[in-house]
């Protein structure tokens, strides 16, 4: 009845909330996939291995028009296009398998968004099964979906016909409360179309302040919040046998508490190891799903330093195969935000701590730097921003997610730290990478309050508050412009990124208050 609803007739097979081991033996048995010698189902998801933000669209209709911020990743296209699209699709499914599930976002349960998600591989619908909320018998027999993810491979857009870019899409209507995702096997953009939903929904309805980052809670009850781009250290640094994990990715912060949207961890496992992540290591193991990895010759051992397919390698499992979570997934306020930068200029300090005024910019900014094997073609630090930590998912414009998250910070008095997991002692190529050991000493410090009274020295570019010392690590690294030999050129570096956090704020310095745009860096 519910594919009917929906158009989709004639299938061969539906399958329906399969168990992860009923979806792995299948996913076997049609060839689609292997077993690692830890137990983890191995699966390639083709042409695509990452998402393509290019061809995501949003329905532009009564509800959307004067809500969404349209740009190029908030592409608009009319309900007429949408509502095609879905026609085609479920004429697709005709004479197929499919399989369908019920599960949920949010931690929180009066802010649960239920979702059924459709798909034509038993192995996407295991990455639905590890990533969302799974309810409970009893909860099925009485849900009803919110949302509706439909998701096909297999089925190809006509651009010439269809009003797309190419064969890939992901189309998202929040009148018909449904998404589209068609062309692509990358099981990220099911993730992310949800994140993007609720990106709008919770705080244009609910006045919850989504956010793009992890979040853990310590012994004393206090909740730290990372927030940070994809090689920053968001995942690695939340992961810490000594706190609890809330979650790694995607987050809503209420008037009262910090929760989870996932049920699971979607993480990056190119040069993983169980020395630098155990937890992440140990949890690739029955029930796992890894994508595009390559096994060492001959064997069905992961080689998880090979990149011939892609450098996003990925992992997705349910949020309990990490030992030390939070059940359930719903922390109390923050008393910490740490906003992770991975700068290959060499330039930020690695450790340092923020006014309101500047951890509104930096959180606006949302900067880092990719290095050479990230992207194609680039050799030498390329700097990204992106508003807010996560600007392809954020429907609205980034200056409400700012506004929002002012607000937060001053209401509970939280202290904000802005952390460089990147270079030191010079740029990518000249200088080294800041050790791990150092950053979790220096997040620590922060947690424990042992960085509270201390002496600080204002970095003069950027404004930020530099600690003068820090338990566990070597003074002379707290000052990035000590650590150059040549500090002349130091200069000219800092002097370069300063510029170049001034021109990308540029687009938002009409929508900003005068007291954040003082925290900009002085050139």
């Known amino acids: 009845m519910d594919l009917q609803e929906l158009g989709i007739e004639n299938v061969t097979q539906l399958y329906y909330q399969l168990p ?71 004429r697709y499914f005709s004479g197929k398998e499919v399989w369908m599930r019920d599960c949920y976002a949010c931690a929180a349960p009066e802010h649960r968004i239920n979702i059924k998600v459709i798909t034509e591989h038993p192995w996407a619908n295991l990455f ?18 919110d949302w509706t993810v439909i998701q096909a491979p297999g089925f190809l857009a006509d651009p010439a016909t269809d009003g797309t870019r190419q064969s890939n899409f992901a189309m998202v209507s929040f009148t018909r409360k449904m998404i589209l995702i068609g062309g692509t096997a990358y099981t990220g953009e099911i993730k992310k179309g949800i994140f993007t939903i609720l990106n709008y929904i919770l ?27 994809s090689g920053t250290g968001k995942t690695t640094l939340s992961a810490d046998p000594e706190r609890k994990l809330i979650g790694d990715d995607e987050h809503g912060w209420t008037s ?16 993983l190891s169980a020395e630098k992540e155990p937890q992440i290591f140990q949890a690739i ?31 997705s499992y349910p949020l309990h195969f990490i030992d030390n979570t939070l059940e359930p997934s719903i922390g109390n306020q923050p008393k910490h935000i740490f906003f992770l930068t991975c700068d290959a200029y060499g330039v930020l300090p690695p450790i340092s701590k923020l006014s309101v005024e500047q951890a ?69 190529g000249q200088g080294t990478r800041m050790k791990l050991a150092y950053t979790r000493a220096m997040i620590t410090a922060a947690l ?45 570096q800092a002097q370069a990124l300063a510029q170049l956090f001034n021109e990308n704020f540029e687009k938002y310095a009409a929508l900003t208050p005068p007291e954040i745009l003082a925290a900009a860096p002085r050139i």
């Open 448 to 492: 424990a309050g042992q960085l509270d009274g201390i002496a600080y020295k204002e970095d003069p570019r950027f404004g930020f508050n530099m600690p003068e010392a820090c338990p566990g690590v070597p003074e002379t690294l707290l000052d990035p412009r000590n650590t150059w030999a040549d500090q002349a050129a130091y200069d000219r």
């Open 360 to 428: 509104m910019y930096q959180f606006i900014s949302g900067y880092t730097a990719r290095v050479a094997g990230t992207e194609a073609g680039v050799k030498e630090p390329k700097a990204t921003f992106s508003a807010c930590f996560g600007a392809p998912f954020l429907p609205l414009h980034p200056a409400r997610y700012a506004e929002m998250l002012g607000e937060r910070m001053r209401k509970q008095k939280v202290n904000v730290w802005l952390v460089n997991t990147g270079w030191t002692g010079g740029a990518y």
């Open 20 to 90: 992860p081991e009923e979806l792995i033996a299948q996913t076997l048995a049609r060839k689609q996939g292997v077993l690692a010698d830890s137990g983890a189902l191995m699966i390639n998801t083709g042409a695509f291995t990452g998402r393509s933000p290019k061809d995501k669209f949003i329905v532009k209709d009564a509800r959307t028009a004067d809500t969404v911020h349209w740009n190029d990743f908030n592409i608009p296209i009319t309900p007429a296009v949408f509502d095609h699209m879905e026609r085609r699709m479920a």
């Open 203 to 229: 705080p244009q309805e609910r006045n919850v302040l989504s956010m793009h980052c992890s979040a853990n809670q310590g012994k004393d009850g206090h909740t730290a919040i990372f927030f940070g781009l």
């Open 285 to 315: 193991r029955d029930g796992a799903l890894l994508e595009n990895v390559v096994c060492h010759a001959g064997t069905c051992r992961v080689n998880f330093e090979d990149k011939s397919i892609t450098e996003n390698t990925r992992v």
């Open 256 to 271: 009262n508490s910090v929760f989870n949207f996932e049920g699971g961890c979607y993480a990056k496992t190119i040069d």
């Open 128 to 145: 639905a099964y590890n990533m969302f909320l799974r309810p409970t018998e009893e909860e099925l027999e009485y849900s009803y979906p």
